[in-house]
């Protein structure tokens, strides 16, 4: 199954072959939660969310056009059903207004972090820089984290996030200039701390 | 001078994408090499770009597909359009109400001749020519019959 190219996994996906459905997950599931993550900041949230986009696109592989890129119609899936479900928890207002501890949210992520090679202190470092940047991305707007996810990890061009986040290509760009300033303020005095130790 | 540090702040963070072509890109080139507080920027956001990289988690944990897999089984099968359409309750109330108001005035005008034809039935039955207007035939003021007969005795 890896050996297959999107048309053809699609096309099997379309049959209901599992092993088909198996390979695309695996291949587009990871893209998939991390723009879910960003939008909706939290682990648990993001992975019922990946759920619900799943089983959504595979009962609607019908209506997948193949003129475009089968990432552009899965983020744009994936966008619109993350902004569903933070509308219906009713959660919007509530996550800009509150700082939420980012170890409740991503604990378990980090964790994972593991920090090899690393002295202890280092990796207390490491550790506290990743939590600070995790809060200060968690304080951008939902549209900028968005952005500045597509960019810096998906790494798409301007044109393919305006497609994406139904906007102009200059709205894009003013979006990531402010989400790197925004960026640079929250953390400045962190950075300029931590260079001090 | 605060606003053109403004100006080319925007320009360079289109640079660190990659979205600067010709004489623009050339422009901004030209003036990072000459300065710093550009080439600070750029520093710091080329930082910020490989910790958002690392700190973003990877993926979903490994379980979720049995999941995906157990609601599509569980989930009741595809509906064609007219089944769909059979199953009023999928229907929303707005569909519903139009749809019923609808059918009540389809109703009513398939069954205006019907009655119309019930109504001059009925007149036929009674010995009465609907052509004729009753109303105008009829002279009130005349002495009615049984007065007459009386006169009479």
Known sequence: MAGLDDRQLLERCRLRDRAAMEEFYHRYSDTVYRLAWSILRNNDDAEEAVQDIFVKVYNSLDQFQSRSKITTWLYTVTRNQCLDFYRSRDRYRSHYVSNMDPIDSTGDRMDNFTGAGLTPDQEHSEREIRLKIIEAIKQLPTEYREAVYLKEIETLSYEEIAEIQGCRMGTVKSRLFRAREMLQDLLRDFYEEFKER | ?????????????????????????????????????????????????????????????????????????????????????????????????????????????????????????????????????????LDLSAEPAYLLVNEDV
């Open chain 2, 1 to 137: 001078m605060k606003w053109v540090h403004r100006y080319w702040k925007k320009q360079l963070s289109a640079y660190l994408d990659g979205e600067l072509q010709g004489k623009s890109l050339q422009r901004v080139e030209f003036h990072i090499s000459d300065c710093q507080k550009c080439q600070h920027d750029l520093e710091i956001w080329k930082q910020y770009r490989l910790s958002v990289k690392n700190t973003i988690p990877q993926g979903p944990s490994r379980d979720l597909f049995a999941g995906i897999m157990n609601c599509l089984d569980t989930q009741p099968a595809k509906l064609s359009f007219w089944e769909d359409l059979w199953m009023w309750h999928r229907l929303p109330p707005v569909t519903l109400t139009v749809s019923s108001a609808l059918l009540v005035l389809a109703l009513v005008i398939s069954l205006q001749p019907i009655m119309k034809n019930i109504g001059t039935n009925t007149e036929t039955i009674l010995g009465q020519d609907s052509t004729v207007d009753y109303s105008t035939t």
